[in-house]
């Protein structure tokens, strides 16, 4: 099979709105040759939801994960500042986030201004779930905190998956799961 020589292309290229740089490139669906092999979604990074509210969604999860965010932005005046930042304490808070869990998962609360024109206002979407130890006391925990049920405690299958998720104060779905898994996983890790 003949292949035609491919013209000269610059170093970054835009299709579709999405940049191809040599390392990734995506189109019409074909993946080209600087993709085979590589790993496509290598973990989570971070997962984040949105609240009108930010400040009571700030206190909310420091409540419930025992910590204190360790990253913060605020917009003053049109600009972004940081705590310790002139004007950080009239500034209106935009961006929280959390490292939380084995891996340092992060964790972001987002104002709800910045979400995407027809974004969802209510639960709606994917359902990422958190691992935790003890499925009903975590469940428990967040209903007594002021979430509301979203699927029930549900065991999956003989191996001791078990899910539940609720429903923040801020209308974002919270998954929590006993994954197996997860502790194989955590414990290859370590012992490597």
């Given at each position: 099979?003949?292949?035609?020589p491919r013209?000269h292309?610059p170093d ?8 191809a ?12 040759q600087a993709?085979k092999?590589a790993?496509?979604l290598r973990g989570?990074?971070t997962?984040?939801?949105?609240a ?7 206190e ?8 204190e965010?360790?990253f ?14 002139p004007?950080?304490d009239q ?7 959390f490292r939380l869990?084995?891996?340092?998962h992060?964790l ?14 209510g639960?709606?979407g994917?359902v990422v779930?958190?691992?935790?130890d ?12 002021g979430?509301?049920e979203?699927l ?8 001791g998956?078990v899910t ?5 104060p801020f209308g974002n779905v ?5 994954n197996?898994?997860?502790?194989e996983v955590l414990?290859?890790?370590r012992?490597?």
């Amino acid at each position: 099979m003949m292949t035609r020589p491919r013209p000269h292309q610059p170093d970054h290229l835009t299709f579709s709105g999405v940049v191809a740089d040599g390392t990734t490139c995506y189109r019409r669906r074909q993946v080209f040759q600087a993709t085979k092999g590589a790993h496509m979604l290598r973990g989570l990074a971070t997962v984040n939801y949105w609240a009108d509210d930010l400040e009571a969604a700030k206190e909310w999860y420091s409540e419930l994960l025992g910590s204190e965010p360790y990253f913060e932005r605020a917009e003053l005046d049109g600009r972004i500042v940081a705590p310790g930042d002139p004007g950080y304490d009239q500034a209106r808070p935009g961006y929280i986030e959390f490292r939380l869990g084995d891996y340092q998962h992060e964790l972001g609360l987002i104002d709800s201004r910045y979400a995407p024109e027809g974004s969802a206002s209510g639960p709606a979407g994917a359902v990422v779930y958190w691992h935790v130890d003890d499925v009903p006391a975590t469940f428990e925990r967040l209903l007594a905190m002021g979430a509301n049920e979203h699927l029930p405690i549900t065991p999956r299958g003989e191996e001791g998956f078990v899910t539940a998720s609720v429903v923040d104060p801020f209308g974002n779905v919270v998954g929590i799961m006993y994954n197996p898994h997860y502790l194989e996983v955590l414990g290859s890790t370590r012992r490597a």
